[in-house]
């Protein structure tokens, strides 16, 4: 069936550090991914998107990587930082089947940072 | 630019009670959807909206429904509360039914007694 897991539940690093949040997809119809980061009371926040016909895209302190031959997916944020502790998911569509609005959300990590 | 808006932000409702939860999309998106987050879990599709029509369903009991007015904001009801039903309820817009991310509001606080 359609999943989307996490690999590590919790992420603990210190300020400074790199922090690699991995994802796993089963849906190998999927062809749109998403990283979302939920504070606490708040509703998930866009980070980055990526297209199947990519591997990598960059934005501004964050890498999204895809591996499709796998089906894996990974965020990367360089020099972390307090204001990046929260909980992060990732979310999986299949665009070609028209399911624009239907994302199917991982468990989530939660990313803690050490002063 | 106002971002996606819920109302109420939080909600007290007994078992059996219906409830109506509602949704101000981002100025300029046609598309919005509804989604269910219980407590430690990733949130779950509920229905998509587009230019008024319902574009999916998650798996949810036809207890829930929704809809979608003129200007584009939108209702989600549930009828028959159940305990079950006690979680954050988000609505998300987004310029166009796919092809574009979906924009989160802070979303509703659903506790039922």
């Known amino acids: 069936g359609e999943s989307v897991g996490l690999h590590l539940p919790t992420l603990s690093v210190q300020e400074g550090d790199n922090s690699i949040i991995n994802c796993a997809y089963s849906n190998s119809a999927s062809d749109y991914f998403i990283w979302y980061k939920q504070e606490s009371g708040k509703g998930p926040q866009f980070i980055i998107d990526i297209r199947s016909n990519m591997d990598k895209r960059q934005g501004q302190r964050v890498t999204v990587l895809l591996n499709k031959t796998v089906k894996h997916l990974s965020l990367q944020i360089a020099a972390t930082q307090p204001g990046d502790s929260a909980v992060y998911f990732c979310?999986?569509?299949?665009?070609?089947?028209?399911?624009?609005?239907?994302?199917?959300f991982g468990q989530g990590t939660e990313l803690s940072v050490k002063p | 630019d106002a971002g996606v808006t819920q109302s109420p932000t939080h909600l007290i409702k007994t078992r059996g009670q219906q409830v109506t939860l509602r949704c101000s999309p981002i100025?300029?998106?046609?598309?919005v959807s509804w989604y269910q987050q219980v407590l430690g879990q990733g949130p779950q599709f509920i229905f998509q909206?587009?230019?008024?029509?319902?574009?999916g369903r998650g798996n949810f009991p036809d207890r829930f429904s929704a809809r979608q007015f003129p200007n584009y904001s939108s209702e989600l009801n549930v009828n028959a509360l159940l305990l079950g039903d006690s979680a954050l309820y988000l609505c998300?817009?987004?310029?166009?039914?796919?092809?574009?991310?979906?924009?989160f509001g802070n979303g509703t606080r659903l506790t039922v007694t």
């Open positions: 998300a817009s987004s310029w166009t039914a796919s092809n574009s991310p979906l924009h």
């Open positions: 979310a999986e569509n299949s665009l070609i089947y028209n399911q624009g609005g239907k994302l199917i």
């Open positions: 100025s300029g998106h046609k598309s």
């Open positions: 909206y587009y230019e008024k029509e319902e574009r």
